[in-house]
């Protein structure tokens, strides 16, 4: 984001110090009158070092960014507000004419008084003078989506940070959802009726009260498409499961959420795998890797990973997903975990599963294997070419996790679908059209 939240002014010492010298001047022959004269504010900047336009001005701005407010009489300004919120700044960088203040953490948005909601008021000798101005909450963010390869007409959640007010939802190629609800309260989630007629990946854009934000580029990411038991048929084998595709069509009962795509597989079908017991399902690791490979080596660890879907049949009471990239190195090697009970590896974050009753994605980035944290999808890539055994894929693992918990038989059926290599970085979002 080119937004940026600067927690302390001095960051920007220099930055601030050059306005100073250029406005400074004639600001200090009018000290004297200033100190007597109303605090009027003209215009508003916005100052981002990191942004392309530094010193910009702006009709609106969010909490936490810094402001130079451009205008007339602030010698002797004791307080400023924003919504009411009285913020901080030091007069020893102000002159008559500019004064430096950032918009502090806890200035009201949805519940700010009328009165004062978006204005920047100037209190000096007793008298308060206004100027109104719009203010925004942080900017939002999209930290996860329900399920990154739904089907035309399927609903899905769209959860992250500041999601108030979402009026539109676009799909890659600009395509609008429908039937928008957005979580007006905390901004954590909202739920969208996917379009027909996407055709291409990429990110989906939220538009909401709050500004924009965009999605990881992950959405409907079909290229990186490894198996999907229908036209994406790469050699597999399965171990303690069948190896024919499941097609009927579930979860039944789940309405406008989404539902099995054509063909599936299924962990622990019979609904009670023993503590100490795994199964697996192989690829072939040759075509994993080329298509793989669509993806830059240079792509740090962190910025892609396996996505599948999956559909949980019962309460997760027991076992671990585990998805093995290079095999041939022990269970334990080259590979992701996915651990819904335990999502930290310590029975002190202890968390009951949640079951969605609907097909959902889940995200395995390289970089939570320990073997491939700070290295990059070339260096994957290469390991699973040196690998014993050129094979790779997901396992259901019910053999606990060490020194947390001990497995007793699961009795959750796993569904599985469409494994991919995804992308997993987003692009900027600005709030100004000159910086995308």
């Known amino acids: 984001m080119k937004n940026i939240a600067y927690k302390n002014i001095g960051s920007l010492f220099v930055l601030i110090t050059l306005f100073l010298v250029a406005w400074g001047g004639s600001s200090c022959k009018d000290d004297d009158d200033g100190s007597n004269s109303p605090a009027t504010i003209t215009k508003v900047y916005l ?23 451009e205008g007339s009489g602030f010698t002797g300004v004791q307080k400023v507000y924003f919504n009411g919120k009285s913020a901080t700044f030091n007069p020893a960088l102000a002159t008559d004419n500019n004064l430096f203040v950032q918009i502090p953490d806890g200035t009201p948005i949805i519940d700010a008084a009328p009165d004062v909601l978006n204005t920047i008021i100037m209190e000096k000798g007793g008298t308060q003078y206004e100027h109104p101005f719009e203010i925004r909450a942080a900017a939002p963010a999209i930290t996860s989506i329900s399920h990154t390869m739904p089907q035309a007409g399927d609903v899905i959640t769209i959860y992250g940070t500041g999601l108030q007010g979402v009026k539109q939802v676009l799909f890659p190629g600009n395509i609008e959802g429908t039937n928008i609800t957005s979580d007006n309260e905390d901004g954590r989630w909202c739920l969208v009726t996917v379009p027909a007629g996407i055709t291409t990946s990429g990110s989906i854009t939220v538009i909401g009260a709050n500004g924009g934000a965009y999605s990881p580029a992950y959405f409907n990411y079909k290229e990186g498409l490894l198996h999907n038991f229908d036209d994406v048929q790469n050699y597999n084998w399965g171990s303690g499961i069948d190896n024919t595709a499941l097609t009927a069509v579930i979860p039944s009962s789940a309405g406008n959420s989404p539902k099995s795509q054509g063909g599936y597989q299924c962990f622990n079908a019979d609904g009670n795998l023993a503590a100490g017991n795994v199964q697996k399902f192989w690829l072939n690791s040759s075509p994993v890797m080329d298509i793989m490979g669509k993806l830059p080596a240079s792509t740090p660890t962190d910025q892609c990973g396996i996505q599948m879907d999956i559909y949980v049949d019962g309460a997760w009471n027991s076992g671990i997903i585990r998805y093995v990239a290079a095999d041939g190195w022990g269970n334990d090697r080259y590979c992701m975990l996915y651990q819904p009970v335990y999502p930290n590896g310590t029975s002190y974050n202890a968390t009951a599963f949640v079951n969605p009753g609907c097909w959902f994605t889940i995200t395995l980035p390289f970089s939570l294997s320990a073997d491939f944290t700070d290295k990059t999808l070339g260096d994957v890539i290469a390991q699973m070419g040196q690998a014993s055994y050129m094979q790779t894929g997901p396992f259901f693992e019910n053999s606990g996790i060490k020194d947390v918990f001990d497995p007793v038989a699961a009795t959750e059926k796993i569904y599985f679908d469409n494994i991919r290599i995804v992308p997993l970085s987003a692009p900027a979002y600005s709030d100004f059209p000159d910086e995308e």
Request: overall charge neutral; glycine content about 4%; cysteine-free.
């Open 47 to 69: 100052e981002d070092a990191k942004s392309s336009v530094t010193d910009r001005e702006v009709a609106f701005a969010r909490i936490g960014q810094l402001l130079r407010l």
